[in-house]
Structures are given as structure tokens and as C-alpha cells.
């Protein structure tokens, strides 16, 4: 790399001109290479590894192997680099000893940052992962610096090493010579064998906060002498998923997207489009018409959003980050700077109406669908059925709110429900109620409700107290039942903590406290033994019927067998 005009561009942090960088005559450098972290200063995010690596330097305890690890984009190499500076520097009169200030002017300092310093030794492990590749440092380590203080091998991606590679590293890393300093960088650190990690001083780069994000670029753009809205800096800052590379990466292409004929401002619709994300305010009628129970319109909105080129998969995306947000409106923790003022209201008025049950069950169908879309061979489809699923299935309630409706016996006209039958205790078959509305969450202090013992079965089945709800059946031999107090007679069966167990779990699901106790007496009938009773009832009565007797003298052998829906039937 040569000296060029770029080298002196201003860093972030910086005093800079007000007037736009005249253009450059030389090859354009993306972003991503321009702006890169010169000193310590410009590293965002990293304040913590910044303060030990000064400490240590003050204090003249330098370890002789460093390992960067953190996600793409965060700075590994870059801070390898200023660490080879900082060891380096000799300041600007030539007497200057190891610093975390680097001047950047001297012969060290500007060998390392253009490239070509014959002792900062840099190493791609992803194409250098052999023994014989690692056996030429282990030889090359036994020479004294040329022209540096220390000899410094920097390694990219070490984790790609092979395991031998890195057994052949072991002896010269854990005793190098005095000259040598080992720099290494992964993005996978798990893949690094222990007994390297042991060796080396570990340094995890944070990811970059999308408000640090947005100063930075914001202060690039400034510097470039480009116009941006600020939502759309924010667009490309929550994109960029805490990697300044690719932010930087994506800001370069945002500057290429701009429209020229508007004065080349980055504007947050073309962004939108240029990374393929949904309309927010289609993405929000869409909500409104799942939320309303409003199937027809549903599809008909992702009709119209997939004739206009946006991807199902984008679609589910923005219904999940509108599911997100609204979730965390509920908790006062929202606030997206990207989203207009009438977004934000909308999404804090949902927050409010919406309960976390219904958001929950919301979000874990559209998590589920959107693997089905995104492997789906035809993803419109896919994405209609998933609203339909949404539609009907996203709002059942809670355990709290089905056994107040069990109790009033039936279930309340509701935007998104779909009708029930009610449940009973003569009808120990009854379907699941589906509801949409936000049930409102009952506390330990709400007076327990009046339940029969199939709605406590039902109850217990339907939010998967298997156990429990077996027992209730086939062992519960009621001797007084109230609201909020069971009474029931002593059965081997029931094991020692089934009133514990029971209370909890009523407690659980409906909010109310429950005195679950044994008592003295028979009690009346189990459920499994008043239809095992009115089986059998129904067994004879059949029996007595005129061609059930003649099949039964025709064929000895058969039998009557109860089927799904409770009908009996003559089996040979």
C-alpha cells in the first residue's frame, strides 16, 4: 500500500471542516478501508480492552501473546495492528518507547499502517492452516528484529489452523524470545484448542451498539459530504447487527443507492428497499388486520406487498420486529428512533390492549412459519396459510382466562375467537376454546372461582399437568367441593403430595389459592368410574337390543368395542 491522499483523511473524533472533501485522483477506497482505526481513540466500543492494554503498557508488563475474539467487523485486526504500532512506536523524535498513543508519523508506525514492515509479520490461517507453514515461524522466531523493538506475528482466523499446526505452535508460544509477540484473531474461539488459550492474554471485543453506530457514521457522512435522514441511519446502524464493517459496507452502498436527481441524500425509503425490508406502515395494516381477525384483508394486504416485490420472508420478518416492539412497549422499553411518531403511538396503543399471552403465542407461530417460508418452494402460499394459522390460533388464552369462561359455561363473542362449544361436566370430551383477546392476569389475592371436577381435569390437561390430570380422573373421589377448597377422600392411588401439587398448579393456572385437603368418607365417584359405570350401562343396554343378540349368536367370539366418538360396535 502506498502513500495516498486518504492516509491523511481525518478520524472520527476529530476537528473537522465544514466543507465537503475535494475528490481524490487516486482508485476509490471503500469505506470499510478509509476509515479504519488509526489509533486507539478511533476503536469504538472497546474501552475496557483500551484501559488494560494502556495499564499494561505503563507498567511494562506486556504479555507475550494476545487473542482478539468478538463477531465479524468489531475490530480484531485493526486492534492487532494498533497493538503492533503501539509496541513499536518510537515517536516522532526517534526516542519514544512502547505507548498506547502511537504517533502515527514515525518510520515504525507508518511501515505497520501502510503494510510493509519487514517485523510485523501478518498471516492468513484460513490458507496457512499446516505444520509446515507454522515450522517457518517456529525458525524464523530464533532472528532478532530488523528495524523494530519487537517482532510481532499477526494471525487472521487462527481457529482454521490444523490441530498439528497448532501442537507444533505450542512449545515456541508459551516461551518465545524476548523479541517476539504473538497476535492472533477468530471470530470462532470455541474451535481454539485450550492449550493455545491458556498461553495467550484474551481480549472479547464487544459488538458495537447501534447508537455508537449511528454517531459514527453519521460523523463519516459529514466527512464524505453526503446528506442522510436520520432514520435512515438508524435503518443502516440495527442492520449492521453490531459490525462497523458492515455497516460501513451497506453505508457504501446506501451513497451508491442515493438518488442523484435529489442532491444524492440518503433517504430512509431507499434504504428500505435497498436491503429488502417491508413497508413499516403495509407492515402495520397488516397487524391491524391479523388483530381484527380480518383474514380476507390479511391476504389481500400480502397480495398487493408480494405484486410489489417484497419477499414473504421480508413480510414475516416485519411482523415479528412489529411483535418485538410491541412487546416491549408493554414494558416501557421501546424506543426505535427509526419509527415515525404515529408508528410509535400505534405500537404503544397495542402494547397497552394486548396481553403478554396472546404476544407470546403470536410470536412463537410467526417464528415457526417463518422457517416454513424461507425453505418453502412457493413462499406466497406458505405465508397466506401462516396468517390464517395467526389468525385463528395466536389468541388462545390463558389457563386464568379459560377456566373463568369455563365456568360461565360458554365463551364470549370476541373479534378473533372462533365459537365453542361449552364445556361441562357431563361433556368430559369438550374442544379447546380459542379466544383473542388479552385475558387479564389474575393475582394470588383474586377470590377463587366456582370449578366442577371435569373443569379442573380439563383444566389440568389443557396446560399439560398430564400427571395431575390422570389422577384427577381416575382417583379424585370428591367429598366437598367449593370455590377455592377441595375436600377428597383418602385413596392409595393419590400419592403423598397430591393436595400440595393440586393446590399449586390451581394456583398457577387461575391465580386464585386453592385448600386442597383429604378428608373422611367415600366421596362420590371418580370421573373414570362414572364413565366407566355409564360404559357399562350402555354395554348391556346394547347387548339387549335384537340384532346385537342375533350377531352375538352368530359370532360367539365377537366383541363390542367403544370407538372415538362413544359408539359401540361389533367386531368378529
Known amino acids: 500500500m502506498s502513500d495516498s491522499a486518504d492516509d491523511e483523511t481525518p478520524m472520527l473524533g476529530m476537528d473537522l471542516p465544514e466543507t465537503a472533501p475535494q475528490p481524490s485522483s487516486g482508485p476509490y477506497r471503500v469505506l470499510a478501508r478509509k476509515y479504519r482505526p488509526q489509533t486507539f481513540a478511533e476503536l469504538i466500543g472497546q474501552d475496557a480492552m483500551v484501559r488494560t492494554l494502556g495499564n499494561a503498557i505503563a507498567r511494562d508488563r506486556l504479555a507475550h501473546a494476545f487473542l482478539m475474539t468478538g463477531v465479524r467487523g468489531v475490530g480484531k485486526t485493526s486492534t492487532a495492528r494498533l497493538i503492533a504500532k503501539a509496541l513499536n512506536c518510537i515517536g516522532p523524535d526517534g526516542q519514544g518507547g512502547p505507548t498506547i498513543d502511537p504517533c502515527g508519523v514515525c518510520e515504525p508506525c507508518r511501515a505497520i499502517t501502510e503494510g510493509r514492515h519487514i517485523d510485523v509479520i501478518?498471516?492468513?490461517?484460513?490458507?496457512?492452516?499446516?505444520?509446515?507453514?507454522?515450522r517457518e515461524i517456529i525458525e524464523a522466531v530464533r532472528y532478532a528484529a530488523v528495524s523494530a523493538r519487537y517482532k510481532i506475528y499477526i494471525i487472521d482466523e487462527v481457529h482454521m489452523l490444523s490441530r498439528n499446526a497448532f501442537n507444533a505452535l505450542l512449545k515456541t508460544l508459551e516461551e518465545p524470545p524476548?523479541?517476539?509477540?504473538?497476535?492472533?484473531?477468530?471470530?470462532?474461539?470455541?474451535?481454539?484448542?485450550?492449550?493455545?488459550?491458556?498461553?495467550?492474554?484474551?481480549?472479547?471485543?464487544?459488538?458495537?451498539?447501534?447508537d455508537m453506530l449511528f454517531a459514527h457514521f453519521s460523523s463519516i457522512?459529514?466527512?464524505?459530504?453526503?446528506?442522510?435522514?436520520?432514520?435512515?441511519?438508524?435503518?443502516?446502524?440495527?442492520?449492521?447487527?453490531?459490525?462497523?464493517r458492515d455497516g460501513l459496507s451497506i453505508l457504501d452502498q446506501a451513497i451508491a443507492h442515493a438518488d442523484l436527481d435529489g442532491g444524492g441524500k440518503i433517504g430512509a425509503d431507499q434504504v428500505r428497499v435497498m436491503l429488502g425490508l417491508s413497508d413499516r406502515s403495509a407492515i402495520g395494516q397488516l397487524m391491524a388486520t391479523i388483530l381484527e381477525g380480518d383474514a380476507g384483508g390479511a391476504i389481500d394486504l400480502a397480495r398487493?406487498?408480494?405484486?410489489?416485490?417484497?419477499?414473504?420472508?421480508?413480510?414475516?420478518?416485519?411482523?415479528?420486529?412489529?411483535?418485538?416492539?410491541?412487546?416491549?412497549?408493554?414494558?416501557?422499553?421501546?424506543?426505535?428512533?427509526?419509527?415515525?411518531?404515529?408508528?410509535?403511538?400505534?405500537?404503544?396503543d397495542w402494547?397497552?390492549?394486548?396481553?403478554?399471552?396472546?404476544?407470546?403465542?403470536?410470536?412463537?407461530?410467526?417464528?415457526?412459519?417463518?422457517?416454513?417460508?424461507?425453505?418453502?418452494?412457493?413462499?406466497l402460499e406458505h405465508l397466506?396459510?401462516?396468517?390464517?394459522?395467526?389468525?385463528?390460533?395466536?389468541?388462545?388464552?390463558?389457563?386464568?382466562?379459560?377456566?373463568k369462561m369455563l365456568e360461565k359455561g360458554g365463551v364470549p363473542t370476541m373479534p378473533l375467537a372462533a365459537p365453542a362449544a361449552p364445556a361441562t361436566q357431563e361433556s368430559m370430551t369438550a374442544e379447546p376454546v380459542a379466544v383473542t383477546e388479552a385475558p387479564a392476569i389474575a393475582s394470588a389475592e383474586s377470590?377463587?372461582?366456582?370449578?366442577?371436577?371435569?373443569?379442573?381435569?380439563?383444566?389440568?390437561?389443557?396446560?399439560?399437568?398430564?400427571?395431575?390430570?390422570?389422577?384427577?380422573?381416575?382417583?379424585?373421589r370428591i367429598i366437598e367441593l367449593e370455590p377455592g377448597s377441595i375436600v377428597f377422600a383418602p385413596v392409595g392411588a393419590l400419592g403423598a403430595s397430591f393436595a400440595r401439587d393440586l393446590g399449586d398448579a390451581l394456583?398457577?393456572?387461575?391465580?386464585?389459592?386453592?385448600?386442597?385437603?383429604?378428608?373422611?368418607?367415600?366421596?362420590?365417584?371418580?370421573?373414570?368410574?362414572?364413565?366407566?359405570?355409564?360404559?357399562?350401562?350402555?354395554?348391556?343396554?346394547?347387548?339387549?337390543?335384537?340384532?346385537?343378540?342375533?350377531?352375538?349368536?352368530?359370532?360367539?367370539?365377537?366383541?363390542?368395542?367403544?370407538?372415538?366418538?362413544?359408539?359401540?360396535?361389533?367386531?368378529?
Open 351 to 379: 402494547g397497552q390492549k394486548l396481553g403478554f399471552a396472546p404476544l407470546n403465542r403470536l410470536w412463537q407461530l410467526l417464528l415457526k412459519g417463518h422457517e416454513e417460508v424461507l425453505r418453502a418452494n412457493n413462499p
Open 507 to 572: 394456583l398457577a393456572q387461575t391465580g386464585s389459592r386453592w385448600q386442597v385437603r383429604e378428608g373422611e368418607g367415600e366421596g362420590r365417584p371418580s370421573l373414570g368410574q362414572i364413565r366407566a359405570a355409564t360404559l357399562a350401562d350402555n354395554d348391556a343396554r346394547i347387548r339387549e337390543l335384537p340384532v346385537v343378540k342375533a350377531a352375538l349368536a352368530a359370532f360367539p367370539d365377537a366383541k363390542l368395542e367403544e370407538t372415538g366418538d362413544n359408539r359401540h360396535k361389533s367386531n368378529p
Open 384 to 403: 397466506e396459510m401462516l396468517l390464517l394459522r395467526v389468525i385463528y390460533a395466536a389468541s388462545m388464552p390463558d389457563p386464568g382466562e379459560l377456566a
Open 447 to 476: 377470590p377463587a372461582s366456582a370449578l366442577t371436577v371435569s373443569q379442573i381435569h380439563q383444566l389440568l390437561e389443557s396446560t399439560g399437568n398430564h400427571r395431575l390430570a390422570v389422577d384427577v380422573y381416575d382417583h379424585l
Open 122 to 134: 501478518e498471516m492468513d490461517a484460513a490458507s496457512n492452516t499446516g505444520v509446515d507453514d507454522v
Open 178 to 210: 524476548p523479541h517476539v509477540k504473538f497476535l492472533f484473531a477468530t471470530t470462532e474461539v470455541n474451535k481454539v484448542p485450550v492449550t493455545v488459550l491458556s498461553r495467550c492474554q484474551r481480549f472479547d471485543l464487544r459488538r458495537i451498539t447501534p
Open 304 to 348: 398487493s406487498q408480494y405484486a410489489l416485490g417484497i419477499e414473504p420472508v421480508a413480510m414475516v420478518r416485519g411482523l415479528m420486529d412489529l411483535t418485538h416492539a410491541i412487546t416491549l412497549a408493554k414494558v416501557s422499553r421501546h424506543d426505535d428512533p427509526a419509527l415515525a411518531e404515529a408508528d410509535r403511538e400505534r405500537i404503544g
Open 221 to 244: 457522512l459529514q466527512k464524505e459530504g453526503v446528506e442522510a435522514e436520520a432514520p435512515a441511519i438508524w435503518l443502516i446502524a440495527n442492520a449492521a447487527e453490531g459490525s462497523v
